[in-house]
């Protein structure tokens, strides 16, 4: 299981820890059936947004935060958010500013040259801090709004912010849905989820279902805000707090206000592992068993890792991609290639990018050179591509080995 644990952990012992517990408030406005209730909605968040207090440390609004309602025509909802996106995210600044908060909100990023659904962070001194774009956008924001889904069409890792000790993950709405993207959130090991949603048919127990696994599956806190669908409706709402024991620690039905919940970040749910083994988080437990090359996405292309496959392997060496795919492609189980120091990243992730998990990578580093930096640059880039269960080294300067072994010590190294 290190082998999946080190580059995180390394990350993670170097930021400070944040002074627990936190207060967070997630506000859960109605969602407008006609023009006049949208409006009615919007001016009634940037009021609530004004309630916020120097009490809280994070503040959590919904999707489409300034369209929260339905329009008239297609056409209507990226005209409305155009008018009124600007005064509702300098709201947002302002709130975060007078009350040393982060704010996340839900909204549309119409200064994109495609607009895109972006959940903006702000810190607490009211500036801009990071935005999150939407990693699954239904038909509708595509097809009906003309929102940008061209980043969503090639790989990316996930959206990681640590502000003040805290790492944030994100997700939106929809993203909520492709349960097989949590255990790969969770390698990255998020202290707090933030979900700005506008889920609207869901059921109540459905949306526990769903919310609840989240946080259990990727072990951190969710903060979730969405939309009510009317003070009697059983749809939809549901914004909430949950912790990584998969308790609900708070949340809202179909009331329209917000809710506030203290959680220390921090506190971590540890489970028996089982046959012996220490204790240990959930997705940590799971990745020991996994077998991704059972399962879609990964697919018969996925192959074991290293520790799992045969001393004896089909093996092919080379430096040019077209030719290691084609040796994967026709039953290589090994393939080899070399990098050097002053230009290791193009050729690295080029072959990450088509070949990553397809097969065991023996990675030769040439010549001299390699300095900290670009030796943690490649061990970096193997887990931002989940590749390090199959990597190897090959070095032949044994002082160079010694510092692998001490830098990636999950990496197998030899001459």
């Known amino acids: 299981m290190k082998r999946f644990l080190t580059l995180a952990l390394l990350l993670a012992a170097a930021l400070p820890s944040f002074a627990a517990p936190m207060k967070a408030r997630v506000i859960q406005p109605l969602f407008g059936q006609d023009r006049a209730a949208l409006d009615k909605s919007y001016e009634w968040t940037l009021r609530e947004l004004q309630r916020c207090n120097k009490s809280l440390d994070i503040v959590v609004l919904p999707e489409f935060s300034e369209v929260p309602g339905a329009t008239p025509q297609p056409e209507d909802f990226l005209k409305i958010a155009r008018e009124y996106g600007p005064a509702l995210l300098k709201e947002c600044s302002e709130t975060a500013r007078r009350c040393s908060t982060l704010v996340f909100c839900g909204a549309i990023d119409t200064e994109c ?38 980043y969503t069409e090639e790989w990316t890792k996930p959206l990681m912010m640590d502000i003040e000790g805290v790492r944030y993950a994100f997700l939106t709405c929809y993203d909520f849905y492709f349960y097989e993207n949590y255990s790969n959130i969770a390698r990255w090991k998020p202290d707090v989820i933030i979900g700005c949603s506008h889920q609207r048919s869901d059921t109540f127990r459905a949306l526990d279902i769903i919310n609840t696994f989240c946080a259990y599956n990727t072990g951190a806190y969710l903060v979730r805000a969405s939309v009510s669908m009317g003070r009697r409706s059983k749809l939809g709402g549901c914004s909430c707090v949950v912790a990584p024991t998969g308790k609900i620690l ?92 002053g230009d290791w990243a193009p050729t690295l992730e080029g072959i990450l990018r088509k070949l990553s998990c397809h097969a065991v990578m023996d990675i030769h580093l040439d010549g001299e050179g390699w300095d900290e930096e670009a030796l943690k640059g490649v061990a970096g880039l193997l887990f931002d591509y989940d590749a390090m269960a199959h990597a190897r080294f090959t070095v032949s300067d044994p002082a160079l080995r010694e510092r692998l072994a001490a830098l990636a010590p999950d990496i197998p190294c030899g001459e």
């Open 113 to 150: 040259e495609v607009p895109r659904n972006a959940t903006f962070v702000y810190g607490r001194d009211g500036e801009l801090i990071g935005k999150y774009y939407k990693e699954h956008l239904t038909a509708g924001e595509w097809k009906k709004y003309g929102l940008d889904k061209s």
């Open 250 to 341: 708070g949340k809202l039905r179909s009331q329209v206000r917000h809710l506030d919940v203290k959680f220390d970040p921090k506190a971590k749910y540890l489970k028996p592992a089982g046959y012996g083994n220490p204790p240990a988080m959930h997705s940590e437990y799971i990745e020991i068993g996994r077998r991704p090359w059972k399962y879609r996405p990964g697919g018969s292309a996925i192959c074991p890792p290293l520790a799992e496959m045969p001393a004896e392997r089909n093996y092919f060496f080379s430096n040019d991609l077209g030719a290691l795919g084609a040796a994967v492609a026709t039953g290589a189980q090994e393939i080899g290639f070399s990098l050097t120091a």
